[in-house]
């Protein structure tokens, strides 16, 4: 398979899945397909000097390749420690039937113990120091969760989080070593079960909406390992020393004001977004940093950072920027975030920003794909996890030195691309003539359509965007089916006179309003 081709099977195989009121599955990952349409950036971004280039002075190497699902890097001394998610199993996963039910035909995930922690030495070679970590598919094509966020205590000691199939975890049969985490002896390999959030998420659910987990981002600080949840919106610290677990924060919700009066109905009608967590960082001064993702349909500028005291007490460090996947500080105290996709709607690839705590960051890296976790070392020579999800066999860890040097240009929140057409508000076919509707980001180009009662009426579906869509009607089974960028589907409906709503039920695109309503007469 060509390059191009595996950016877009990654992204599709990413918005595609199966979530509920996460729309984060594991690294989340999204922005490959505009990469291999060729969509690099779109509005503000367009004015960027050289991008998709190094920059100058800047050099980058290729030190860990063939990887399954890059996710998290620590630095100790000369060593470089990362994570794997790794590539599920063949053990098929079932949802547990209900009493009286028969069992599920179908498997909802595969698992194995494929994750993993490996090393980087200094002289360039790569040892697996734990091979054995819990790995999950998630969703219908295969997006992957299992080892992520890690920390060391420098000495000696390093601490895993391994994620969980989100709301798939009070559906099925756990083994325990889900949504885990672990102390390793670097020495040995010789895994420590510490705790286990599932149960307590099951249990308790901290944020009050659908049970969902799946452990993320992380980083250890005085003899505490602090751990994101993206799957339950809620921040978690582990005392290392007596395994006793609590909430450090719940994240919540993130306002959404382009969701309107009619709000989120997985967030109760409020207008937000979940927050998801995702990378976790310790500051120089002490401070727990946290990075959001946010929930679809990941628009941009909503994703802001977050940073707490030692007592829990949040505040917003840095905001306006977009599905926030990596966190890490530089010598001299200045921090620097990896942007999953800098504009999911518009499919734009990855950044490396520098950010400035008053809202003006900085681009220094701007062709990543699906970029995660980021660490400096002592130099400030920084590895990156780059094709973090999507890629089988395929993932990397980037050394880039010079990065601090970089001048940048001024990241912007792109704006939609000017040559969209307007939605046209209504379109009719009551003669039994055809009808072609348009499918952009996010929106349907006609918001109500009219068709005759008992006739056949085609519906055509052309994808003008840059992500998958389709077109569902509930009451009627009407369904396109996934209709990939550039291409077309079509469908006859006949149904009786009323109204019906219509929607694409890609994830987070209802919510965000690509709604009609078709009436029939």
Excluded at 228 to 251: K, M, P, R
Excluded at 422 to 432: K, M, V
Excluded at 451 to 462: E, L, N, Q, R, S
Excluded at 482 to 490: E, F, Q, R
Aim: with cysteine; charged share 15%.
């Amino acid at each position: 398979m060509d390059h191009a081709k595996q950016l877009v099977s990654a992204s599709r195989s990413i918005r595609e899945a199966r979530v509920n009121r996460r729309t984060f599955t594991g690294g989340i990952a999204v922005s490959a397909a505009a990469l291999a349409l060729g969509n690099r950036f779109v509005g503000a971004q367009d004015a960027s000097p050289a991008a998709g280039t190094t920059p100058d002075g800047v050099t980058v190497e290729t030190v860990a390749s063939g990887l399954n699902a890059p996710r998290y890097i620590a630095v100790d001394g000369d060593t470089v420690y990362f994570t794997e998610s790794g590539k599920g199993g063949d053990s098929a996963v079932f949802a547990t039937p209900a009493a009286g039910t028969p069992a599920a035909a179908d498997p909802i995930s595969q698992r194995g113990y494929s994750g993993k922690l490996s090393a980087i030495a200094a002289d360039g070679t790569v040892t697996a120091i734990v091979e054995d970590f819990l790995s999950y598919t998630f969703g219908a094509n295969g997006e992957i969760v299992g080892a992520a966020g890690l920390g060391l205590d420098g000495n000696g000691k390093a601490y895993v989080a391994v994620g969980a199939p989100g709301p798939n975890v009070s559906e099925i049969e756990l083994t325990g070593d889900e949504d885990a985490i672990y102390e390793i002896d670097l020495a040995t390999g010789e895994k420590k079960l510490l705790a286990n959030t599932a149960p307590y998420e099951i249990e308790n659910n901290p944020d009050p909406a659908t049970v969902d987990s799946n452990l993320y981002g992380a980083a250890f600080a005085d003899g505490k390992f602090y751990v994101a949840d993206a799957g339950g919106n809620t921040v978690y610290v582990v005392d290392v020393a007596t395994s006793e677990l609590s909430v450090f924060d719940i994240t919540g919700g993130v306002e959404a004001p382009f969701l309107g009066e009619a709000g989120n109905p997985l967030r109760g009608g409020a207008a937000e977004i979940d927050s998801v967590p995702g990378p976790v960082a310790v500051g120089p001064d002490g401070a727990i940093y946290v990075g959001l993702v946010t929930g679809g349909p990941f628009p941009a500028g909503l994703a802001p950072i977050y940073s707490y005291s030692p007592d829990g007490t949040r505040s917003v460090y840095a905001s306006g920027l977009t599905m926030v996947g990596g966190l890490a500080f530089a010598s001299d105290g200045t921090l620097y975030a990896t942007l999953i996709s800098s504009d999911f709607v518009t499919g734009a690839p990855g950044l490396l920003v520098r950010v400035g705590a008053d809202g003006n960051h900085t681009v220094i890296l701007d062709d990543l794909i699906v970029p995660a976790g980021i660490a400096f070392d002592a130099d400030d020579t920084l590895y990156l996890a780059n094709k973090s999800t999507g890629f089988t066999d395929g993932g990397e860890i980037l050394k880039y030195t010079g990065i601090t040097a970089v001048e940048g240009y001024a990241f912007a929140v792109p704006t939609a691309d000017a040559g969209t057409a307007a939605a046209t508000p209504e379109a009719a076919a009551t003669d039994g003539s055809a009808v072609t509707v348009k499918l952009e980001d996010v929106a349907f180009d006609q918001t109500e359509i009219t068709i005759a009662a008992d006739t056949d009426v085609t519906f055509v579906f052309d994808n003008v965007g840059a992500l998958p869509h389709d077109f569902v009607i509930d009451e009627l089974s009407v369904n396109s089916g996934v209709v990939a960028p550039g291409g077309n589907a079509s469908v006859v409906i006949n149904a009786p006179a009323g109204t019906y709503t219509y929607y694409c039920s890609q994830v987070g695109h209802r919510e965000a309003g690509m709604v009609g309503t078709l009436t029939v007469e």
